[in-house]
């Protein structure tokens, strides 16, 4: 089984519908992320939590929200979702330990959420 | 100005040759360096790290890192199909807080 599982994989969905993309990992890792990927563009960080109790916006959060429910789980949300959202989604986790001089911040991905708002 | 620039190819090479995969950036804050390795339909995988300027080796792969030029690299020796994929640059600042990504080079290498 993955480290990092993302559901639904593919989604289509229309204009103004509210979608939830969920992410569950078992590397028991305290940081989550989530990254949308478009084309020419790379990734961007929508958002990240460093524990169930912190939440940031990252460089373009507007349109989206999140919830850490648990350490293991962290979901996206687009309460009402535009063309313009269409694109593939990642989630990924990193366990930074301050103490380690070796510690690269590595993150580490899911296999991806295509989503395509119609 | 995007804060990390990489020419997105696509680039297609015959097995055997050596790759050559650039990004610039404009942060001077940046002092760790990466490269991911995206196959298709899957997320992106760390393939290299370095930190602050000079080079590192892994077998085929050699990342290069010159700050005063604020220019990276990596190169990929005795290129394989295998190694078919998108290459990630990506950086940061001595915090940990935020990544910042290359939109990728797609490479395709040709048995």
């Known amino acids: 089984d993955a480290d990092v599982t993302q559901t639904p994989r593919n989604r289509i969905t229309k204009t103004g519908k509210r979608i939830m993309l969920e992410c569950s990992q078992t590397?028991?890792?305290?940081?989550m992320y989530w990254y949308r990927q478009d084309p020419g563009l790379g990734l961007r960080l929508i958002y990240y939590?460093?524990?169930?109790?912190?939440?940031n916006k990252g460089e373009i959060s507007d349109g989206y929200s999140v919830s850490r429910q648990a350490q293991a789980k962290f979901s996206l949300s687009l309460e009402s979702a535009i063309p313009n959202q269409t694109a593939l989604y990642f989630c990924?986790?990193?366990?930074?330990?301050?103490?380690?001089?070796?510690?690269?911040?590595?993150?580490?991905f899911g296999e991806g959420s295509r989503l395509t708002v119609l | 100005q995007k804060e990390v620039e990489q020419d997105p190819g696509p680039l297609s090479v015959p097995e055997g040759a050596i790759v050559s995969l650039n990004c610039t950036y404009s942060?001077?804050?940046?002092?760790?360096f990466m490269w991911y390795r995206q196959y298709s339909r899957k997320g992106p995988e760390l393939l290299m790290y370095?930190?602050?300027?000079g080079n590192k080796e892994d077998g085929r792969f050699t990342a290069q890192v010159d700050k005063s030029s604020k220019y990276i690299s990596l190169f990929i020796r005795d290129s394989q199909p295998s190694d078919s994929a998108t290459y990630l640059c990506?950086?940061?600042?001595?915090?940990?807080?935020?990544?910042?990504f290359g939109p990728g080079t797609s490479l395709s290498v040709i048995p």
């Open positions: 990506a950086m940061r600042e001595t915090s940990y807080d935020k990544v910042i």
């Open positions: 990924a986790t990193s366990d930074v330990k301050y103490s380690s001089g070796a510690n690269t911040g590595e993150l580490f």
């Open positions: 939590s460093f524990d169930v109790k912190d939440i």
């Open positions: 590397k028991g890792h305290d940081r």
């Open positions: 942060n001077s804050a940046f002092q760790y």
């Open positions: 370095t930190y602050s300027s």
